[in-house]
């Protein structure tokens, strides 16, 4: 810790009167000019100790005192011999010869030390930037660098996408009027840096911009106390500092910029996908259609049979209703993957939802029987439309792939705070890739391209229990078919209903 | 219904399609189709041409279709029945409970939309239908005699069950929407109460229904609110 200048001449003042009272005690024992020897000591020692400023003043001190109390005529200032002027002129000389050099020395060994504070702050810095991957991990790391490191209060600012500027990490107390607000933009805008003077830098608010050569990424603010004062050696680390968070910001948005492209590069894959698996499942049914239709109208003479006609419109409708169910699963899918899709839980009778999506799926599963066991379960929290969907998707589900004409069955229970639904058939099952895949997009189970799906049903049903915080897998049953198995969370109680007598026929009004 | 003259449809459809197949399927049935492509359009032909029916789609060029819909209900108590998509339940609900009699979702058959179009010319006649038996498959009610009987066999009910019936009977091939059900058998201050509709609904169904999980008279509209099939509809 430097002392100050005070001190400094105070130490310079005690020196001088050390050697004053050392010489009066040995004054009987030494010649004159050894005195002077002892003087000139104590102005060495005060120049290495304490620079040339109060070397100097030990040197004047010195040769005042000496001529006072040693030279003739004693406890004047008058000197009778002129040889102690030479005396006066060596002590000045070897004061400011001795003061310069120890006092550029001292410089050298500050600066050293200087550089090495700098240079290990700034080794810091990079190390702790080089770990986080976030703009915001970043600039908070960096914010509490800059505080610590330099004992100021310090804010980071990020525009924003619409404009604005976003106060990301740091004080905010840093910024205290709409001023410091409009210089904070003024930097952000301009890229250069807004309050700060050449030279130290005293009380106030100073902003730098965060840039590596693309553009200002941020702007650090920097509030300095009342009686804080930055020196030009500081600064200079704040300016080093600034471009290293630059550099780790312009990382940060390279790295962001990489993985917008792979995602993008992503969704295209999907979507070409997509595009070839839908234009496939949408022109067969338009083909068909096309056909059927074109048959009818042409048929200007009435040469078709009547059977003929009656399966043509059949087809038309047919096909209809498949392409219908595919739109419909196209859209589903696109909402609940694009998010708009909000699950809007209520206390829902689960018998109520399967009814609907039974009495929905109508006649596709004309003839084949639904068995459906769900005991007395209580109202349990769910989105009753998309349930019903799902509901409707493992039925139909099941009775396209079980590949014969076995019951499908429906169980339900409760069971560790949870709703179990199992959709199983006795068909063919699932082979081991199935297990593991039927609920991705497009995916199509073995022969299942005579079925007439899209591979979607399964997808919208993961995507939908999922939104309800459930679970849905797919096994085989022990004696052969697949079952399909959803776990709903129940959390709460049901709301309590009062319960009623029944009063029978011909009650009165109530 | 005079015979002389045959009944007015109103159809405000902008697709040219369905436009064409639904006078085909009106016009079998004896009406007579007046045609609108825009909102204006039909508010004007529903105050010139005196429909008995308006089937008015809600996605139109020009305005809104509930708008459409509230601007005929100013002054009209024609039967509306209202062609929506699929997905759209806060529309229907919406719609139904502005003033429309019934909606139908695209698509949809045509034996659906007849089925529809006539429950509604039924009830705007007699605002809720005070025939003393309803008939609905194996379950009749007899609404004098607040008799209740599936086959043949009286079922005892509670009362809130009865009025919940009752209700649904009184509207038989019409949704009720939730609102309107709970405004009806509870009164008005219980229309956010829906898991008693639930609970009461499923009571019914156990008691009047062969297999509660596959109704064929009680039937529910997920979204929107329960409906009793008609007659010929039941099973």
């Known amino acids: 810790m430097p002392l100050t200048k005070a001190k400094t001449y105070a130490g310079s003042v005690l020196v001088v009167a050390g050697v004053t009272a050392l010489a009066l005690l040995l004054r009987q024992h030494l010649e004159s000019s050894d005195l002077t020897m002892l003087y000139l000591l104590g102005v060495v020692v005060v120049a290495i100790s304490f620079g040339r400023g109060p070397a100097i003043t030990a040197a004047v001190l010195g040769v005042l005192a000496f001529d006072f109390i040693f030279v003739p005529p004693h406890f004047t200032f008058r000197v009778s011999d002129a040889r102690y002027f030479v005396t006066f002129a060596v002590m000045l000389a070897v004061a400011v010869i001795t003061g310069t050099l120890t006092a550029r020395l001292r410089e050298q060994r500050e600066g050293a030390r200087i550089r090495e504070r700098r240079i290990a702050a700034l080794y810091r810095l990079s190390h702790d930037l080089a770990v986080r991957s976030g703009v915001a991990d970043v600039l908070a790391t960096a914010v509490a660098h800059v505080q610590e490191v330099l004992g100021v209060r310090a804010l980071m600012s990020v525009p924003t996408d619409d404009g604005a500027i976003e106060h990301l990490a740091g004080d905010r107390s840093v910024l205290e009027s709409e001023a410091d607000q409009q210089a904070v933009e003024r930097t952000m805008r301009s890229g250069r840096p807004v309050g700060l003077s050449a030279g130290a830098v005293g009380p106030g608010v100073f902003h730098m911009p965060l840039d590596a050569g693309t553009g200002t990424r941020a702007v650090l603010s920097i509030r300095l106390h009342d009686d804080q004062v930055l020196e030009p050696e500081r600064l200079e680390l704040i300016r080093a500092f600034s471009s290293l968070i630059g550099l780790a910001l312009e990382r940060c948005r390279m790295a962001d910029s990489a993985r917008h492209t792979q995602a993008q590069i992503e969704i295209e894959r999907a979507r070409s996908a997509l595009l070839s698996s839908v234009s496939h499942d949408l022109r067969t049914p338009l083909t068909a259609i096309t056909g059927a239709a074109t048959t009818l109208r042409d048929d200007a003479s009435g040469a078709l049979a009547t059977g003929t006609r009656r399966e043509l419109a059949e087809t038309i409708a047919d096909e209809a209703q498949r392409l219908t169910r595919l739109i419909g699963n196209l859209l589903d899918l696109t909402r609940l993957e694009s998010g708009t899709l909000r699950v809007h839980k209520e206390w829902h009778s689960v018998e109520e939802v399967v009814g609907a999506a039974l009495t929905r799926l109508g006649a596709e599963i004309s003839g084949r029987t639904v068995q459906v066991s769900l005991g007395r379960l209580p109202l349990i929290p769910m989105d009753d439309i998309l349930f019903e969907q799902v509901v409707r998707n493992l039925v139909d589900n099941a009775i396209r792939h079980s590949g014969n004409e076995e019951p499908v069955l429906i169980h339900g229970r409760l069971e560790d705070e949870e709703l179990r639904l199992e959709v199983s058939d006795s068909g063919q099952g699932l082979s081991e890739s199935d297990s593991r895949r039927v609920f991705e997009k497009f995916y199509r189970g073995r022969g299942a391209s005579n079925h007439g799906g899209a591979g979607l049903g399964l997808a919208i049903c993961r995507s939908i229990v999922e939104a309800h915080g459930g679970t849905i897998e797919a096994a085989n049953r022990p004696g052969g078919g697949a079952v399909f198995t959803v776990r709903l969370p129940v959390e709460g109680s049901p709301p309590a209903i009062e319960s009623e007598a029944e009063t029978g026929v011909r009650e009165g009004q109530t | ?235």
């Open chain 2, 1 to 235: 219904m005079s015979e002389t003259t045959a009944p007015v449809a109103l159809l405000i459809e902008d697709e040219v399609g369905i436009r064409r197949f639904l006078r085909a399927a009106l016009e079998g049935q004896g009406f007579t189709c007046v045609e609108a492509t825009t909102g204006s359009e039909g508010i004007a032909h529903a105050a010139t041409r005196a429909p008995e029916i308006v089937l008015l789609d809600l996605g139109l060029p020009d305005m809104d279709g509930l708008d459409v819909m509230r601007r005929i209900r100013e002054w009209s108590t024609v039967p509306i029945v209202v062609l929506t998509a699929r997905g759209k339940e806060r529309e229907k609900v919406e719609a139904l409970d502005g003033g429309a009699d019934d909606y139908i979702t695209k698509p949809f058959s045509v034996l659906e939309l007849l089925a529809r179009v006539r429950a509604a010319r039924r009830y705007r006649a007699e605002s809720g239908t005070s025939a003393e038996i309803v008939e609905s498959g194996s379950l009749r009610i007899d609404m004098a005699r607040r008799r209740v009987s599936v086959l043949g066999n009286v079922v005892p009910l509670t009362p809130i069950e009865y009025r919940l019936l009752a209700t649904l009977a009184r509207y038989a091939g019409r949704v009720l929407t939730h609102e309107f059900l709970l405004r009806e058998v509870w009164g008005p201050t219980s229309t956010e109460q829906r898991h008693y509709l639930r609970v009461y609904m499923a009571q019914l169904r156990q008691k009047l229904e062969a297999d509660p999980s596959r109704p064929t008279v009680l039937m529910t509209e997920p979204g929107v609110g329960y409906r009793m099939a008609e007659a010929d509809e039941a099973g």
